[in-house]
């Protein structure tokens, strides 16, 4: 355990993040043989990994970031789930629950669950899979801890299951890693990849195509020319070759081509992106593959079955929250819809300054209805349904993130990972009257 603290803080000042599985860790108060003690738990343990986050500040920049999962079968699911109550509890984590294809059929039959001892392999007990899923749900409804993990599908679509079980992921979820392994991401602008034709906006699948060519040998070159703070993250990570290639500035995208984001039209727009970028970047893979040799893991892999599909890397999608990437681009974030049209941004000197999404503030000012009033008000919070003057087709398609219902940003999710090896970063936004049943519905 202490081994891996030490990783984690070399990890951490070379600029990663990490991911544990906790899962392995007896139970509190389970017998210690060698010392005749007793065991004090994942959870304990977890706030060491946390102190040492706060005392090593990432890259000397930022804060390392940190995920924990633990099974829900673990006999400590429980202090797990509640681990967050206290706002100042494992500041450094995300946290989110390991739940299995049995545990969720229990939940939906209303059964109990067995609970396994990690030590012994054997029950420690049981309990309803209702009473801890309603836990879990109040939980992430009052704090945005845990989240949820659906490790059963995640283990069914493991490209190399002979290297072991996946346990765990990235901290923002959307890159199941094996122990050691780490994944490289990039990001396609998708709003650079749109092309007008007689004032008719479309998307440019020949641009987007070559990018996306481009973009998988650069990452698979990455692997190559990184240096990597462990050796055994440089063995795992060059075994499995995995990319990540992914979008952002979907957003962005979709307002060009005049489509709301809550829209069927938007989701197939998603589907037909992804499908594409998946099929291209494979193209890619088999190439580097023919020219400079498969992932060494091959063997006994999921593509070792005799068809044509031989890729050079294990995975080669995911789609990345692009928080900071976003920004630096001047694009919408991953897939997610605008936050908001116009916000206020508080300058060092204390000046407030009205940001404008450079997209609505062209469509104000051609369609005539562009007003510093207007965009003031934007600011403060009005929103852009309840104003008057403003054209019906422009709020139908500057639809912000809060506008957006649970059920459609579910979709756009679903959507995107039809398509991805990996997984996909999403956040469902939700108003502060939402409740617990929403969370559980979503």
């Not at 389970?30 to 994942?42: F, H, I, L, Q, Y």
């Not at 945005?144 to 493991?158: R, S």
């Not at 240096?227 to 795992?236: D, S």
């Not at 919408?332 to 204390?350: M, N």
């Amino acid at each position: 355990i202490f081994d891996a603290v030490k990783y984690t803080a070399l990890i951490h000042k070379s600029g990663g993040g990490t991911g544990f599985s906790f899962s392995r860790i007896r139970p509190e108060k389970d017998r210690v043989g060698s010392t005749g003690g007793v065991a004090s738990g994942p959870v304990s343990f977890m706030r060491v990994f946390d102190t040492a986050t706060d005392v090593i500040k990432q890259g000397g920049m930022r804060r390392g970031a940190n995920m924990a999962i633990l099974r829900v079968d673990h006999p400590d699911i429980l202090e797990f789930i509640t681990s967050k109550t206290d706002s100042k509890a494992l500041t450094n984590f995300n946290i989110s629950v390991a739940v299995t294809t049995e545990f969720m059929n229990a939940v939906e039959n209303k059964r109990n669950y067995d609970l396994l001892n990690p030590r012994t392999k054997e029950k420690s007990g049981s309990l309803s899979a209702e009473e801890v899923f309603n836990q879990i749900t109040e939980m992430a409804w009052r704090t945005g801890d845990p989240g949820i993990v659906f490790i059963d599908i995640i283990n069914k679509h493991n490209p190399t299951p002979h290297l072991g079980q996946i346990e765990s992921t990235n901290p923002c979820g959307e890159q199941p890693l094996l122990p050691f392994e780490s994944c490289n991401l990039a990001s396609i602008n998708l709003s650079k990849m749109v092309k007008v034709t007689d004032n008719h906006a479309s998307i440019d699948y020949d641009k987007l195509g070559k990018t996306v060519h481009i973009a998988t040998r650069f990452l698979d070159d990455v692997i190559d020319v990184n240096e990597f703070p462990l050796p055994q993250i440089e063995k795992m990570t060059k075994s499995t070759r995995k990319i990540g290639l992914g979008v952002m500035g979907f957003a962005d995208m979709l307002i060009e081509l005049r489509v709301p984001y809550n829209s069927d039209k938007a989701l197939d727009i998603a589907e037909n992106i992804m499908n594409f970028i998946s099929d291209e970047s494979t193209k890619e893979s088999i190439a580097l593959g023919e020219s400079r040799g498969l992932f060494p893991a091959f063997q006994n892999s999921i593509y070792d079955n005799g068809n044509n599909l031989k890729p050079r890397n294990a995975s080669r999608t995911t789609i990345a929250p692009t928080g900071t990437l976003s920004m630096i681009a001047g694009c919408s974030s991953g897939i997610e819809p605008l936050y908001a049209l116009c916000f206020t941004k508080h300058v060092l000197d204390g000046e407030k300054l009205v940001d404008i999404n450079p997209h609505f503030e062209k469509v104000a000012r051609e369609d005539g209805f562009f007003s510093t009033e207007l965009m003031q008000q934007l600011a403060e919070g009005r929103k852009l349904k309840n104003l008057e003057n403003v054209p019906e087709w422009v709020k139908e398609v500057f639809t912000t993130a809060h506008d957006i219902t649970p059920e459609w940003h579910v979709r756009m999710q679903a959507a995107f990972q039809k398509y991805t090896d990996s997984a996909v970063s999403k956040t469902v936004n939700l108003p502060f009257k939402v409740t617990q049943e929403d969370v559980a519905d979503i």
